[in-house]
């Protein structure tokens, strides 16, 4: 049965107008869809940025300035013997030098030598120089009831080591002044001499392991002295 024209149009019209409703929301709802999420990521970046801020002008900055002081401390050598050590070899050398030029014609050897070992490694070399005169000379002494008063002060520093490879510890080889006033037959005569003395370190403690006269050679020093 054929519907009127009236009908079929007024049917057209309904069918037109749902079509645009359905458009309508279908529009709406892509629109508000897309504001949510345009939102969420404005908050989420307005949240975000914050964080990153903070993270550079608090923890950051101080791990910044961390790994700095770590770099600066790590790139400072450490002395191999600080100052205070140093001085303490310096009274070892000094002492060792100036008793080994003290004595007089009641000297008797092993008193005399017991107490100039004890700052030594003593070790057969060390007690080999480590020694009255003897012979001829010591005779001429006693004759003329010698003495000989000795005086010694560090110049200056020529080598400071720390034997790694070989393990035998730090040392130190210094220049030493040393001065005696010789006494014989009633005559005073001055004499005056640069050393090179050596001390390594042995539990702690600093021991003369070795000296010569400057430029000389070599009296008493170890294999492991380093002079």
Partial sequence: MELPAENKRTALLALAVLGALLIAVLTVFTVFN??????????????????AT???????????????????????????????????AHEVMARY??????????SRPAAWTAPLLRLT????????VTALPTGKEWATCQVDRCSSKGAAVVVRDALVSDDLVRDSGRSMSSLVKVTA???????STTESNQWLV???EEDGQWLVSGFDVFGLGDVGASDDSGV
Avoid at 35 to 43: C, I, L, N, Y
Avoid at 97 to 106: C, K, P, R, S
Avoid at 121 to 128: H, V
């Fill in 97 to 106: 030098m100036a008793g080994l030029t003290t004595y007089d014609h009641t």
């Fill in 181 to 187: 006033q010789h006494t014989a037959g009633g005559e």
């Fill in 34 to 51: 897309g504001d949510d999420g345009s939102e969420k990521s404005d908050e989420g970046g307005a949240s975000a940025a914050p964080t």
């Fill in 198 to 200: 050596t001390v390594k």
């Fill in 54 to 88: 903070a993270g550079k002008g608090g923890s950051g900055a101080e791990d910044d300035q961390d790994t700095g002081a770590d770099d600066a401390k790590g790139g400072a050598a450490q002395p191999i013997v600080s100052s205070a050590e140093a001085a303490e």
């Fill in 121 to 128: 490694t003593n070790d057969p070399r060390m007690k080999q």
